[in-house]
């Protein structure tokens, strides 16, 4: 079973950056794709960006782009999301996620092992 520790998030003022880092271990080659999603108070979970292992595919929410970044270190097994330029609106749980295949957009359905969340606070 493949398992996921997320972390890096933290209090920001509206602008500033943050980096997540998601550290997968176990069976990683039965998950393609590694992705983040958030879950603002009161609202569904949301894909936020996605990418395979190998890079060679990734995919950003429209309110991300340009902004949010998806990386991926295979020699540490670990998928980074950076973000830039962070807004209020972007306040949430975020949590890493791991899946064979991901549809476009992700759901919550494409996820097969989750982190345990981290939580980003944007102040304005």
């Known amino acids: 079973q493949v398992q996921l520790v997320d972390s890096g998030g933290g209090l920001v003022q509206a602008g500033g950056s943050l980096r997540l880092s998601c550290a997968a271990s176990g069976p990683t080659f039965s998950s393609n794709v590694m992705g983040w999603f958030r879950q603002a108070p009161g609202k569904e979970r949301e894909a936020v960006a996605a990418i395979r292992w190998s890079g060679t595919w990734t995919y950003y929410a429209d309110s991300v782009k340009g902004r949010f970044t998806i990386s991926v270190d295979n020699v540490k097994d670990t998928v980074y999301l950076q973000m830039l330029n962070l807004k209020p609106e972007d306040t949430a749980v975020y949590y890493c996620?791991?899946?064979?295949?991901?549809?476009?957009?992700?759901?919550?359905?494409?996820?097969?092992?989750w982190g345990q969340g981290t939580q980003v606070t944007v102040s304005s």
């Open positions: 996620a791991a899946g064979p295949v991901w549809h476009l957009p992700p759901t919550v359905n494409d996820a097969v092992y």
